[in-house]
T-cell receptor, first 115, second 112 residues
Framework: NAGVTQTPKFRILKIGQSMTLQCTQD?????MYWYRQDPGMGLKLIYY???????DKGEVPNGYNVSRSTTEDFPLRLELAAPSQTSVYFC??????????????FGQGTRLTVV | QKEVEQNSGPLSVPEGAIASLNCTYS??????FFWYRQYSGKSPELIMS????GDKEDGRFTAQLNKASQYVSLLIRDSQPSDSATYLC????????????FGPGTSLSVIP
């Protein structure tokens, strides 16, 4: 059971480039999330999804896009990368709140640097 | 008011002491509460979950929940240097029914 898998682990982008951060989970979780974590700071929610075909903005969605075509996959797209997007990105997944196990499980993170 | 707040750190305790981490939340309808531990450069890992008022113990860790006061805490007994990490409080349910909301975290250092 792999859990939540993110790729790549590290990436350096030039300003203005685009990229997609991949996230897949094999736990059949309804909910998936993308967070960013700046150095010494907490987790900020970028986007989340409550199921295939449904996504919603979190606290800091500007500069990002997501899609959820399957239960398993929740890619995060960065368009026109900016230095302010330098951060560690975490993907997480969870069951529906109220099912008894709503805790979030995290991937190993993607460290992104925009230069 | 932020949805989830934690006591500001960093918190330093000597080895063997009790570390007390606090968290308050704004949504009175919140139903599920979690403590995550995050080592530097690593992803958060779940260490405790609590759903009803009172205490829940797991080894050296005790989570305490008081829904009337909208307060949840984590006590770490016999603190070890390996407990040095950032501890994140997370909440779901209520108006945040469909997402897990994290607090900013409290950095804990256990001094040998």
């Amino acid at each position: 059971n792999a859990g939540v898998t993110q790729t790549p682990k590290f990436r350096i982008l030039k300003i203005g480039q685009s990229m997609t951060l991949q996230c897949t989970q094999d736990m059949n979780h309804n909910y998936m999330y993308w967070y960013r974590q700046d150095p010494g700071m907490g987790l900020k929610l970028i986007y989340y999804s409550v199921g295939a075909g449904i996504t919603d903005k979190g606290e800091v969605p500007n500069g990002y896009n997501v899609s959820r075509s399957t239960t398993e996959d929740f890619p995060l797209r960065l368009e026109l990368a900016a230095p302010s997007q330098t951060s560690v990105y975490f993907c997480a997944s969870s069951y529906l709140a109220g099912t008894g196990r709503p805790e979030a499980f995290f991937g190993q993170g993607t460290r992104l640097t925009v230069v | 008011q932020k949805e989830v707040e934690q006591n500001s750190g960093p918190l330093s305790v000597p080895e063997g002491a009790i570390a007390s981490l606090n968290c308050t939340y704004s949504d009175r309808g919140s139903q599920s509460f979690f403590w995550y531990r995050q080592y530097s450069g690593k992803s958060p890992e779940l260490i405790m979950s609590i759903y009803s008022n009172g205490d829940k113990e797991d080894g050296r860790f005790t989570a305490q929940l008081n829904k009337a006061s909208q307060y949840v805490s984590l006590l770490i007994r016999d603190s070890q240097p390996s407990d040095s990490a950032t501890y994140l409080c997370a909440v779901t349910g209520g108006t945040s029914y469909d997402k897990v909301i994290f607090g900013p975290g409290t950095s804990l250092s256990v001094i040998p």
